[in-house]
T-cell receptor, first 114, second 113 residues
Framework: ETGVTQTPRHLVMGMTNKKSLKCEQHLGHNAMYWYKQSAKKPLELMFVYSLEERVENNSVPSRFSPECPNSSHLFLHLHTLQPEDSALYLC?????????????FGSGTRLTVV | GENVEQHPSTLSVQEGDSAVIKCTYSDSASNYFPWYKQELGKGPQLIIDIRSNVGEKKDQRIAVTLNKTAKHFSLHITETQPEDSAVYFCAARWGGTASKLTFGTGTRLQVTL
């Protein structure tokens, strides 16, 4: 498989559940990102992982927890979410450290919190 | 951080006409400006980008222009086709070694027959 793969494509979870989103990139990129896409809002950067830095958006609640075990895999662990967390969660990767700044996005996970 | 504003939010053009989408950014240190196209049910796809040392870039029917002094950049699509209908996002890169992008709010382009 090529590109950036996100699983699952759709997820419905209750507010007391714990779930994880998975992202895998097959491009040999060295940076990975989580973005949140809500209706009528800009894509919001949540987390960045690269060889040299990890960046967190300070406005992201602690109920979202990222994990990046290696340069090809990225997870977003979810627990005790709120209905307003329902959104499309997009993973992206880039070869930023070589000056190639463009992202390759996955197709996203559509999350619904009930 | 960076702040990016994008206009218009919706744009309807007839097939064959041109479409222009405009963005402004706030951080004069930003040096990379990509444009993404997002179709229904898919993630955004990079369609063209420009770096701060270049004023214009073309790729077939699409072009991007950058005015660093005014801190704005624009996407131009000529000879629009129905398959150009999608949501388009501009973005600006800011800070650090990783490529952190701040996105505009998107423009929904509708190309009518």
């Amino acid at each position: 498989e090529t590109g950036v793969t996100q699983t699952p494509r759709h997820l419905v979870m209750g507010m007391t559940n714990k779930k994880s989103l998975k992202c895998e990139q097959h491009l040999g990129h060295n940076a990975m990102y989580w973005y949140k896409q809500s209706a009528k809002k800009p894509l919001e950067l949540m987390f960045v992982y690269s060889l040299e830095e990890r960046v967190e958006n300070n406005s992201v609640p602690s109920r979202f927890s990222p994990e990046c075990p290696n340069s090809s895999h990225l997870f977003l662990h979810l627990h005790t979410l709120q209905p307003e967390d329902s959104a499309l969660y997009l993973c992206a990767s880039s070869q930023a450290l070589r000056g190639d700044y463009g992202y390759t996005f996955g197709s996203g996970t559509r999350l619904t919190v009930v | 951080g960076e702040n990016v504003e994008q206009h218009p939010s919706t744009l309807s053009v007839q097939e064959g006409d041109s479409a222009v989408i405009k963005c402004t950014y706030s951080d004069s240190a930003s040096n990379y400006f990509p444009w993404y196209k997002q179709e229904l049910g898919k993630g955004p796809q990079l369609i063209i980008d420009i770096r701060s040392n270049v004023g214009e870039k073309k790729d077939q029917r699409i072009a991007v222009t950058l005015n660093k002094t005014a801190k704005h950049f624009s996407l131009h699509i000529t000879e629009t086709q129905p398959e150009d209908s999608a949501v388009y996002f501009c973005a600006a890169r800011w800070g650090g070694t990783a490529s952190k992008l701040t996105f505009g709010t998107g423009t929904r382009l509708q190309v009518t027959l």
